[in-house]
């Protein structure tokens, strides 16, 4: 790409962009769609800048790649829901044991950083580390909240803290996730 090339879209750019996207978005009915195409035409002459310094109207261009952009985007959109539609939604197993839904009411009733941790580490089956870096918080904590939200669980569930062991909790029992 030479200078003048890059000068002229950035020219072109800071000239019509805003220009562009109002009229994408009378056309589309959505800003961030019409931000959308409006980018993807600039990248498009960017991608061919020789072609684009030899136009006669560059806006004009722009407008109609960005519409077939937003065209197309539209069109994909529409036939993804059809085939959504036709073999409908993914079929959710729900474990309705009553032991399965005591636990996941009382899940419900914790502080959100207990519930959040416990949930990651044995539902999830996430290492303690990975559950720190997930919520943003030290190892420390995850494990002083998996901690209280076992002793919550516990006297949630009407048991003594001892009497639930650690795979109680678990997504899958039986199995070592420690």
Partial sequence: MTVPEDGL????YAG???RL?????????DLHEAQE????????????????AG??????????????????RHRRRRVLAGLLHRIGPP????????????????LRTLPTGQRQAL????????PVGEVARTLGVSVGTVKS?????????????????????????RAYPGRDNA
């Fill in 9 to 12: 879209v950035e020219e072109i």
């Fill in 16 to 18: 019509s962009f805003r």
């Fill in 21 to 29: 996207v109002v009229q994408l978005y009378a056309v589309t009915g």
């Fill in 37 to 52: 195409a409006v980018q993807e035409a600039f990248t498009r002459a960017l991608a061919t800048p020789r072609r684009f």
């Fill in 55 to 72: 136009l006669e109207n560059p806006e004009s261009w722009l407008r109609r790649v960005a519409v077939n952009v937003a065209r197309s």
């Fill in 91 to 106: 079929p959710v197993v729900a474990d309705t044991a009553p032991e399965h839904l005591a636990l996941m009411s009382a």
């Fill in 119 to 126: 949930a990651l580490h044995y539902l999830v089956d996430l």
């Fill in 145 to 169: 909240r998996l901690n209280r939200g076992r002793t919550a669980l516990a006297a949630l569930l009407g048991d003594p803290p001892s009497a639930i062991p650690v795979t109680a909790v």
